[in-house]
């Protein structure tokens, strides 16, 4: 058990500086690209392979439950604990720039998208996933770039001062190949340091006698959005800037989470298991999908409004504990 807290914590150490790698080749690649394409793109992608990783080893063994179990715990975690944190630290002196709100006005795309890409996942996942599925998730996670691509070009096309451009332009050309070797640095970390973390932390839970259904709903997101949430917690602190791109990359792995890590679980069950595979609907699955859909949109609500601030970052302290409670409630039944 001390073996195991020890390495639990050396691993943890190695995800907080690979996560700082990250957020700090993130800051600065937003220069280039603009932070919310950067947030939505490359940050998202990169913090979700821990759960990539989870997802796929949990379908190599058969256990369909787990996968989509972590796949949903995740999206409740982020959507709700995730986002307070978030909130909670760029609107206090826990900031370096404290903000009285956040603005998401130009979020407008990504909140629709995440209404939209939850209820079709849980629409689906009524007769099972299966391969048609898994190509239609693709396509929709292609969408979803594509659209910020647009935007991003569309932005910088509207740039209306060319001495303000020009200077941009000659910093990002400075650090491009430095903020590209951070962020290359920061994923690596992640990609090779979330697997022994994770493990060392189910098997931790596992000595403490731990169920599989807390292991599946809130462990394994824990886990698995652990470097998502620091690198979070470190681009809040940086502040309005930083807070944009945090906004960006917890939207934005929502929508990978309900596209592309749906798109891999289906693949690799046909990938493992034959071209014919369905991963099949359950009764307690089902009602976890509608939980955690209900639960996204609720805490879409307060972004709707354009302005988050300090309440929204409560409330969705109090969503994060409902959810919780009522995933204990559908599991004992």
């Given at each position: 058990?001390?073996?195991d807290f020890v390495m639990?914590?050396l691993?943890?150490?190695?995800l907080?500086?690979?996560?700082?790698?990250?957020s700090?080749?993130?800051?600065?690649?937003?220069e280039?690209?603009?932070g919310?394409?950067?947030?939505r793109t490359?940050?998202s992608v990169?913090?979700?392979?821990?759960e990539?990783?989870i997802?796929t080893?949990a379908?190599?063994s058969?256990s369909?439950?787990?996968?989509?179990g972590s796949?949903?715990?995740?999206?409740l975690f982020?959507?709700?604990?995730?986002l307070?944190?978030?909130?909670?630290i760029?609107?206090?002196?826990?900031?370096?720039?404290p903000?009285k709100?956040i603005?998401v006005?130009?979020f407008?795309?990504d909140k629709?998208?995440?209404?939209?890409t939850?209820?079709?996942?849980?629409?689906?996942f009524?007769?099972g996933?299966?391969?048609?599925?898994?190509i239609?998730?693709?396509?929709?996670?292609?969408?979803?770039?594509?659209?910020a691509y647009r935007?991003?070009?569309k932005?910088k096309?509207?740039?209306?001062?060319?001495s303000?451009?020009?200077?941009?332009?000659?910093k990002?050309?400075?650090?491009?190949a430095r903020s590209m070797?951070?962020?290359?640095?920061?994923?690596?970390g992640?990609?090779?340091?979330?697997g022994?973390?994770?493990n060392?932390?189910?098997g931790?839970?596992?000595?403490?006698?731990l169920?599989?259904?807390?292991l599946a709903?809130?462990v394994?997101?824990?886990?698995?959005?652990?470097p998502?949430?620091?690198?979070?917690?470190?681009?809040a602190?940086?502040?309005?800037?930083?807070a944009?791109?945090?906004?960006?990359?917890v939207?934005?792995?929502?929508?990978?989470?309900?596209t592309?890590l749906?798109?891999?679980?289906?693949?690799?069950a046909?990938?493992y298991?034959?071209?014919?595979?369905?991963?099949?609907?359950?009764s307690?699955?089902?009602n976890q999908?509608?939980?955690v859909t209900v639960?996204?949109?609720?805490?879409?609500?307060?972004?709707?409004?354009?302005?988050?601030?300090?309440?929204?970052g409560m409330m969705?302290?109090?969503?994060?504990?409902i959810?919780?409670?009522f995933q204990f409630?559908l599991?004992g039944?």
């Open positions: 058990m001390a073996n639990l914590l691993w943890l150490g190695e907080l500086v690979s996560s700082w790698f990250l700090e080749g993130a800051e600065h690649l937003s280039r690209w603009g919310r394409f950067v947030g490359l940050l990169a913090t979700t392979l821990p990539i990783g997802v080893a379908v190599k058969g369909y439950d787990t996968a989509l796949a949903l715990g995740s999206n982020m959507m709700t604990l995730g307070a944190v978030m909130l909670i760029a609107t206090t002196r826990l900031s370096k720039s903000q709100f603005d006005t130009q407008k795309m629709i998208l995440l209404v939209i939850s209820v079709v996942g849980a629409v689906l009524v007769n996933y299966d391969m048609t599925d898994g239609l998730f693709s396509g929709l996670f292609g969408t979803y770039l594509y659209l935007e991003m070009k932005e096309t509207q740039e209306r001062f060319e303000e451009l020009h200077e941009t332009t000659k990002t050309t400075k650090h491009f070797l951070f962020f290359a640095v920061g994923t690596v992640i990609f090779f340091g979330a022994p973390f994770v060392t932390l189910q931790t839970a596992s000595d403490l006698g169920s599989v259904v807390v709903v809130i394994s997101p824990i886990a698995g959005e652990m998502e949430k620091i690198s979070m917690i470190l681009l602190r940086k502040g309005s800037n930083g944009s791109i945090a906004i960006a990359n939207l934005g792995s929502k929508i990978v989470n309900n592309l749906l798109s891999v679980a289906i693949f690799a046909i990938g298991k034959g071209l014919g595979t369905t991963i099949k609907n359950t307690l699955l089902e999908m509608i939980l639960i996204t949109i609720v805490a879409l609500i307060p972004m709707f409004r354009n302005k988050m601030g300090l309440r929204s969705l302290l109090a969503l994060y504990a959810g919780i409670g409630v599991s039944h």
